[in-house]
């Protein structure tokens, strides 16, 4: 409030100095002790300084200016008073130029984003340090017409807003404590195509794998379109939905599911994943068409973030060839609480450079390569995506990519209690979401830096000799990401 105060106060006393300023410079303009009668006739300069002598007299001041006007009257100025006019004009152009200075700063607090925004909608980041609460400053933008639907305590401070006019946008960019503004925007689900990929990263050689199964104990978040809570392979420990129009976080798309299942199914009856029976949490933030806004996936990090002492990872499949500061800010912040996030690289068969958030140096990105067989080598028969063992056609490549994973014709859950057989970067993400849970479970202390460095330093390269188990072999031309490979992770 005291910074609102502050604003106020300011901008009062910026204008009262404004019409201070043009007010004595109108005073003087009209105020001259000399201005020579209408004449029917143009007079000659003779006839003006006769006429003026007594006049000048009285004043003590010498004639420097003589103007004429459009009724053919004639204006003598004084030397002193034209002093005292141009200094009040100059004071006014350096108010002008003030105020443009101001109108300049507070506009570039408005971030530009390359994507398909969503109309009057924004996220607003408040600047670090700010000790009024991101709820007062939101409450004050709300009295003034805007809708709230978010309000960001965690991973970053600030609020999602809806605005339907410009004064309440320029409202909050005026404002001292805030640090930007960004147009909110859609995201989008990478699509998904109709497993070996399991056996491909070693998963039966784990220590997982064994005669006594058991859950790990490692808890995982899926940012995406929820959870089939009645799946039988799924341990959903969790649920909470910020899409508007919904309670609960239970799937009605299929994306989120899918993704749980290869992260952490319990190989009850027809699917087992990297972390098999790790404690899900169901984020809904995607709707059943798989869109969602730019503000929701922020709610929920935000959320992830708050619950961070009980969750060692985050799975991202989805992104948008776009940018978006307030996003890495978010998942930055995530991270430094002691989440690993993992993202689907996107499936556009290009640099990943060009992507959010797999470009986010922060997170682990992931590519997909397609594999036909479930062993190294690359000798199994062609997939629709291209040949075993290579990167997939459609996934983005670059030097923005951390790893690669298995992600053509993957076998995992799906709504309705069912499954499904799925290629794409979605897919292979959460291979290594599972591999980042259950390397967390075996070693509790590490940090999200200490689990990537893991992950790629144990994983299969193109020079990676070929032993049987899967270990070895991956052809990327584009890249040296190595291959995910969780066959050698132990007990700690």
């Avoid at 104990?217 to 940012?223: D, K, L, M, Q, V």
Wanted: charged fraction near 10%.
């Amino acid at each position: 409030m005291g910074d609102s105060i502050t604003v106020v106060l300011v901008t009062a006393l910026f204008i009262i100095i404004t019409l201070y300023i043009v007010s004595t410079a109108f005073y003087n303009v009209l105020n001259f002790p000399v201005q020579a009668k209408k004449h029917s006739r143009i007079p000659n300069n003779n006839d003006i300084i006769s006429s003026s002598k007594k006049e000048n007299v009285q004043t003590g001041a010498s004639l420097s200016n003589i103007t004429t006007g459009g009724d053919n009257s004639f204006v003598v100025t004084n030397t002193t008073q034209s002093s005292s006019i141009s200094h009040s004009i100059s004071n006014l152009k350096s108010a002008e130029k003030l105020a443009n200075q101001a109108k300049h700063f507070v506009q570039s607090k408005l971030r530009q984003v390359l994507a398909e925004t969503i109309p009057h909608q924004y996220i607003v980041v408040l600047k670090n340090g700010v000790t009024e609460s991101a709820q007062s400053i939101a409450q004050q933008a709300v009295s003034r017409g805007g809708i709230v639907p978010f309000v960001y305590n965690n991973a970053i401070k600030g609020f999602a807003i809806k605005i339907a006019s410009k004064l309440v946008l320029n409202s909050i960019l005026s404002n001292p404590s805030v640090d930007f503004v960004e147009p909110d925007i859609k995201v989008q689900a990478f699509s998904q195509a109709a497993s070996t990929g399991y056996s491909r990263v070693g998963g039966p050689l784990s220590s997982i794998n064994g005669s006594h199964p058991r859950a790990v104990n490692a808890g995982i978040a899926i940012i995406d379109t929820g959870i089939d809570f009645t799946h039988p392979e799924l341990n959903v420990y969790k649920q909470v939905s910020f899409v508007p129009g919904t309670s609960t976080a239970n799937d009605d798309n299929g994306h989120g599911t899918a993704v749980a299942g290869i992260v952490a199914a319990e190989g009850n009856v027809g699917a087992v994943g990297i972390a098999p029976g790790a404690r899900l949490w169901a984020i809904k933030v995607l709707d059943k068409s798989g869109t969602g806004s730019m503000s929701s996936i922020i709610e929920g990090i935000d959320y992830v973030t708050q619950n961070a002492g009980q969750i060692d990872a985050a799975n991202l499949s989805f992104g948008c060839k776009c940018n978006s500061s307030a996003l890495d800010t978010a998942i930055n912040n995530s991270v430094a609480a002691g989440v690993t996030f993992v993202v689907a690289a996107g499936n556009a068969g290009e640099d990943a450079s060009l992507w959010s958030p797999a470009s986010n140096p922060n997170v682990i990105s992931v590519a997909a390569m397609a594999d036909s067989d479930g062993k190294c080598g690359g000798l199994g028969p062609p997939t629709k995506y291209g040949p075993d063992d290579s990167l997939a056609i459609f996934s983005n490549f670059g030097s923005k990519v951390t790893i690669a994973a298995p992600g053509v014709n993957i076998h995992t859950t799906y709504i309705g209690s069912a499954y499904a057989t799925l290629s794409g970067t979605s897919v292979a993400a959460p291979f290594v979401t599972g591999a980042a849970a259950l390397y967390h479970s075996l070693h509790p202390t590490a940090s999200p830096a200490q689990v990537r460095s893991a992950l790629v330093s144990l994983g299969s390269t193109a020079s990676t000799v070929c032993n049987g188990d899967g270990h070895g072999y991956f052809n990327n031309p584009h890249g040296n990401e190595p291959l995910l490979y969780i066959g050698s992770f132990a007990h700690g």
